[in-house]
């Protein structure tokens, strides 16, 4: 009986810790010129919203030669690159700083495949894009990012850490 117990009490420290890990996070999307020119702000950021993301900051801005080779620094020397940059200069963006639990990957899901033609229907590159390159939203791909983009886009003050009225709703007590 006491062995029954004790697998029982282990159990449930095992499900506490497996819960207390999950993490709160923010990631950093932004609602590319492919977005803005087709009038589909409201639509992809109500989407964010009606999956129970929390919008910390966001705002317009027009980007650089330079903030576009530090963000896209990893495919700087590819050929299409020069095509990406102009295709991001195209008009403003708006950048958004997106809260979660496990927020990063919940988004990038919600973003789907890079080529909005391989984008699985449901995702936002899946219902909006039939473009490699015109793919309406950017979103982190992990945390490490994350952390890394939002301090290019975003200054500390310009992302709230205000608690959402309905989180008791979108969340078990449990999760957050
Ligand atoms: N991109 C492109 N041609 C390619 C691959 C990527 O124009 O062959 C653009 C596209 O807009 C993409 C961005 O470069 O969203 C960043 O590429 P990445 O591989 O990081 O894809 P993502 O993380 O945006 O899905
Ligand atoms: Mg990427």
Known sequence: MSNILSKFAAEILFKYHQRAKLSMETTLVLLKPSCVQRQLIGEITSRFERRGLRIAGMKMMQLTDQILREHYAHLVERPFFPALAASMKASPVVAMAICGVEAVQVVRAMTGFTNGRAADPGTIRGDYAMSNQ??????????????????????PEEIFDYKSALQGFIYSIDEC
Do not use: G
């Not at 015109?134 to 200054?155: M, T």
């Open 134 to 155: 015109q793919n309406i939203v950017h979103a982190s791909d992990s945390v490490e990012n994350a952390a890394i983009e939002l301090a290019r886009f975003f200054k």
